[in-house]
């Protein structure tokens, strides 16, 4: 599993964090447009789409930081992939109920449609693929360690 | 699950979302006036940002109608449980739902049409067929509702005229002791 080549994780989590910091610079500038678009999606309450219009960029943005720079790439891994199947989620959700919405993916002008869809697999495909090299690399527990 | 989760993996998580948190907390006093200002619940019309662009609506209540209960100018006419019972019966309006098809289809007001202001595609269809010479009543599930003024505003910026609003939307109806219609036939 460890025997590919680094650039091929370097260039994942790049992709990954310019995704990041593209989708999440806009909404920590207009906070106000992101929870209207949250609330497109009428699954959340009030509260909760005010707490996430101001949180979620922000975890973006680290998430985009600690993926471009390579530190607590486990904890990155995990939390990237997270948040992509989440994202999957709701954007699924919205194209089953015939939600003609935008996904305040990245700012504003992106409607919900299948190819949000594939675009959100893709990454989360990525996500995934480093939590499993994340995973790869923890170390052993105890027996695994005697060699 | 423990070789899924390590413990090195959930501690590196959760210290990313404490420095997440301590950043939206920090932006949130940085930014002094609060978000809840700047969030009105209206939903974002994929192609353009129309509340920037609005018309002003020039809609003087057509005393013919008998919607005498119009707001002050450059807010939309709207009328009470009342006026509009008396508009359907002597057939001068069109009622459109702003709601979903799931939505209109548990339950709408006689006569409405399903309009769903976040399909674009059926809401532009629909939008061709109405009838320019008659009010147009746009309503949703209530006054906690906003659909049915989006949908107001989007008909007067295509050109519609006579506009109206009926905030208390199918609560209030059924509130008044009037019964809401299932599955009502709209294609006419």
């Known amino acids: 599993m460890n025997r590919h080549k680094p650039w091929v994780e370097t260039a994942v989590r790049w992709i990954l964090a310019l995704v990041f910091f593209f989708a999440g610079v806009p909404k920590i500038a207009d906070p106000g447009t992101f929870a209207q678009a949250i609330d497109n999606y009428r699954l959340l309450p009030y509260f909760a789409v005010i707490a996430m219009a101001i949180f979620l960029p922000w975890l973006e943005v680290i998430l985009g930081l600690a993926l471009a720079s390579g530190r607590l790439r ?19 959700s919205a194209v089953m109920r015939g939600l003609d919405i935008d996904c305040g993916c990245f700012g504003t002008g992106h409607r919900v449609d299948l190819w949000r869809i594939a675009e959100d697999v893709l990454l989360l495909a990525g996500a995934v693929w480093l939590y499993c090299r994340a995973l790869s690399d923890h170390p052993k527990p105890e027996n695994s360690q005697a060699n | 699950m423990k070789n899924l989760l390590p413990h090195q993996m959930v501690q590196e998580a959760l210290l990313l979302l404490a420095l997440a948190v301590l950043a939206a907390v920090i932006s949130v006093l940085v930014q002094g006036d609060s978000l809840t200002n700047r969030f009105d619940r209206r939903p974002i019309y994929y192609t353009e940002d129309f509340s920037s662009s609005l018309p002003l609506p020039t809609i003087a209540i057509d005393s013919t109608a008998d919607a005498s209960a119009a707001a002050v100018a450059q807010q939309l006419p709207m009328i009470s449980v009342e006026q509009l019972q008396t508009l359907l019966e002597k057939q001068q309006v069109t009622l459109l739902d702003a709601r979903l098809p799931q939505e209109y289809n548990s339950g ?31 309503y949703c599930g209530g006054p906690a ?40 036939n709209s294609d006419e």
């Open chain 1, 74 to 92: 486990r904890g990155t891994a995990l939390l990237t992939a997270l948040l992509y199947l989440m994202f999957l989620v709701a954007i699924g």
């Open chain 2, 108 to 138: 709408h007001l006689p006569g409405a049409i399903n309009m769903p202001f976040e399909d674009w595609d059926a809401r532009q269809q629909l939008a061709d067929e109405l009838p320019k010479d008659k009010w147009l009543i746009a």
């Open chain 2, 145 to 184: 509702c906003d659909l049915a003024e989006l949908l107001a505003w989007e008909l007067i910026r295509q050109g519609f005229n006579q506009v109206a609003l009926f905030p208390q939307g199918t609560e209030g109806w059924q509130k008044a002791g009037f019964p809401l219609h299932e599955r009502e």
